[in-house]
């Protein structure tokens, strides 16, 4: 098989899957949601890892990941669509319509050995697949806590998609500095980063969540950018699936001192909170720090503040980093740090930065300037 059309699963390993079932109790997993499948198959059915028909015909042509207790898994999948490639599963079942999908899980789930254990399946999974495994009269337990676990470590690989897709999205936002002008409208801004996302090697786009003062940043509105306003360019473009999450800012005019004043105060916070991510602090620990560090250095959290960031990956957001005294930092973990504060007028404020997790703590991914540009 050429290399040209070979497609590994290069996060997944099945010795951690198998002993990651084993300590939940089940013997076997069955993933249907397409980040999942993509992460242990290879399967390109993220609309962002590949041709985007394998995810738009999903509706006709599902897939499904089966895992069994030794962590061994077996695609099932339009066949057509895998002709002549070499996917990551170790087995592989075509079907070339919905029936025969159906036909084909019912066989993989109901002729596969568990020991008499149940089938983890995923909150996420539609009906039919639930309606399935009943009929089937197959115990079901839970996958999530198990395929959680399992991403959250990244791979070398996984941690070099990351690493790029973080560069992509700096290179934009410091190109589109100079297109920031008064009267530009929000919409237009937004269609301008997408094209300097897909030059650049994006894959896909997470977010384009910008904002122009106070205004609601999670809808394309066709606002113009108007004089002495708090321009926020936070976005995340998609490498081969993986996910990268970051914000800087601008201003239309000349910056007041008190905003460059509290945005340096929340940069300073972020890198302590950020020096914190050492294998085997608690989610609490730097929860609690970063309340302290807010108080200490005189700015209010913001008033939605509910957790310190988030790990991410094949999701910009996989685990929140909320208050937890059991969920702890790992080595091969990649996190983002994200805190804010308000300011009147002016809406929040904030830093939000990426790690590597390594042995001995963490490295910042994320190395565009910290500092709010002038737009005159």
Partial sequence: MSELSSFPAIGYDRDRAAERMDAAGLGGMLLV??????????Y???????????YTLRNRLPYFSYVDADGRTTLMCWGFSAEGVDFGADRLVGFNNFAEAIESLGDVVGRAER?????GLESTAPRFVSDLVSD????AGDADPVIDELRLIKTQPEIELLKRSTEIIESCVDDLYPVLEIGLRRDELMRIARTMLFERGATGISHLTFTFGGSNPEIEIAEPLPEGRLVTLDLGAIVGGYCSDNRRYAFTGELPSHVRETYDTMVSI??????MLVPGTTHAEIFDRALALHDERGVAPLARFTHTGHNIGLETEERWLADGREETIEAGMVINIELYTMLDGLGQIGDEESYVIG???????????REIREIR
């Fill in 44 to 54: 390109t059915c993220l609309p962002s890892s590949g041709n985007p028909i394998l």
């Fill in 136 to 139: 089937l009269d197959v115990p």
């Fill in 33 to 42: 949601s397409p980040e999942n499948v993509f992460y242990s198959t290879g």
């Fill in 359 to 369: 042995p001995d703590g963490p490295e910042r991914i994320s190395v565009l300037p």
């Fill in 115 to 119: 020991n008499g254990r149940p089938l």
């Fill in 270 to 275: 972020v890198d302590d909170v950020g020096a």
